[in-house]
């Protein structure tokens, strides 16, 4: 009879597409001599049928300089992650030159995350460190490439034969089938304070429970969070804010320490009252803004309304694509408009002002908030194209509103507002109606969000005529405005060109003769210099 922690596993057994990699580090490891385990989320996921990119093996020997080597022989890319206790990743990209959009080319897509860890004395030991039981469990990586292989040599009657067996000294299949996250020891998150997040992202990706005496210890060690390396506290916040209701787990972080802990600056906005027409403070305000968004973009939200509400809402497939936009490794528009969400009031309670009526104002609190975010995301090692993207939804997010008063906002606006904003216009769109719904909360009016939306399908759809219709035919160019006007290269061609292509997409202008005759206009004033010409903001 086996110990009571080796669970045989008799087939059919799952298979799972990591087996070819996983047959090939086996071969190279049985040359070199070493035992190897497949351990962690690897083996949790394989028992949930659930396919993943990464894999974890631990081996009883140098980690690190055996990762130097397979990262050689199958073509990764070596990563150093934790020298002082022996571990490194082998990243595997796909050779898929044709993946995804244009725009999504130049991240390629990692097809496989290798973690390779050294452990001393026996695996049970080294799945004492790990951190909860549903990722303390493992099996011998050449049983289980035996027993899983798809190679067409074996029979039939041999496949119905194979068996594996688990590794489970803390009963993590129990918690797998009871969908519970429960920490293996009392140190797991002094251990690592990293665990705090992941732990949540875990419950989440799953949709686990983490039980009773796991909350209790990450409450109690919540503000450990701050000794995490800003890059692993992004990737966990990103891999939280890209699952659909990131806001129910942002609500959650919340509720356990975490939030406050992760952004210290958020805790200035609880109890920050609003006018009268905001059904939040700022805090909780906030937090439902990530919710509307989630509403709006189709995805599992809290519940923001009808589906009346939805379907008057701007939505495409061309809407879903930009927004599923990679941004950097492992973000994409998305998630970045949900943590924008989160944080694009972050300045309103050092911007607030009563007036005389004792009516609330928060002036500035755009541009202050916009720099707060920076500093916020900064501080925990976001990219800069992550940052700017950021920085510009906080900046923006009045300006959909803004466009118009009582009418239809005109052709130039529209077009100033897609040149300002840059590639974030369509996101500040989805920002403003969902910063609308959280604040009007349970209050809010039919026929006022059915103008909302109106206003905001009608920008969207005149700016895909300026981009359909007229913009793409080029008036004049800077050879032109050489040539007749006998002007030299520097600034001033750009800002002539950028009146024109303004004065164009608002309809002033529609042939050659009319954007010569504009600029001749211009220059016979005598007032077009560098960063002057009328109709041109220069930034």
Known sequence: MPPQNIIPI????????AAPILDKISHLLLRQGYRAYVVGGFVRDWLLGRETEDIDIAIDGDAIALAQKVAKAIEGKFVLLDELNGIARIVVVSKDEQRGSR???????????????????????????????????????????IAVSQSP??????????????????????????????AVSKQVFE????????????????????????EALIRGYSHYIFKVPGERTREELLRLLRLPRAAYYLIYLDELGLLLALIPEMSECKGVEQPRLHFWDVFDHSLQTVAAIEFLTRENALEYGSADMLAIAPWSDAIDQHLSQDVSSGSNRKALLKLGGLLHDIAKPQTKSVNDEGRAHFYGHTKEGADMAVAILERLRFSNREINLV??????????????????PTQR????????????????????????????GPLVDMEEWKERCQLMTYVLTEHD???????????????????????????????????????????????????LASVRKELDKGQCQAGQCRGTAVN
Do not use: C
């Open 153 to 182: 040599e074996r029979s039939e009657g041999a496949a119905k034969q194979a068996q594996v067996e688990l590794i489970d000294p803390f009963s993590g299949e129990k918690d797998l089938n009871g969908r519970i996250v429960r």
């Open 413 to 440: 606006a529209i077009y100033r507002y897609f040149r300002d904003t840059v590639d974030a216009g369509i996101d500040i769109l989805i920002l403003a109606l969902a910063d609308y719904l959280a604040s009007r």
């Open 391 to 408: 920085k510009s939804l906080v900046y923006h997010h009045l300006r959909p509103a803004q466009m118009a008063n009582e009418e239809l």
């Open 103 to 145: 725009e999504n080319r130049g991240f390629p897509r990692v097809e496989w995350n290798l973690d390779f860890s050294s452990f001393l004395g026996n695996i049970e030991s080294d799945l004492a460190r790990r951190d909860f039981t549903l990722n303390a469990m493992a099996m011998e990586l050449e049983q289980f490439i």
């Open 10 to 17: 008799v087939t059919p057994l799952r298979q799972t597409g």
């Open 465 to 515: 005529k300026q981009q359909v219709e007229v913009l793409p035919v080029k008036l004049i160019d800077g050879h032109d405005l050489m040539n007749v006007f006998g002007l030299s290269p520097g600034p001033l061609l750009g800002e002539l060109l950028a009146m024109v292509r303004e004065a164009q997409a608002s309809g002033d202008l529609t042939t050659r003769e009319e954007a």
């Open 191 to 214: 251990n690592d304070a990293a665990r705090l997040l992941r732990a949540v992202r875990i419950a989440a990706e799953l949709g686990f429970v983490i039980e009773p005496a796991t």
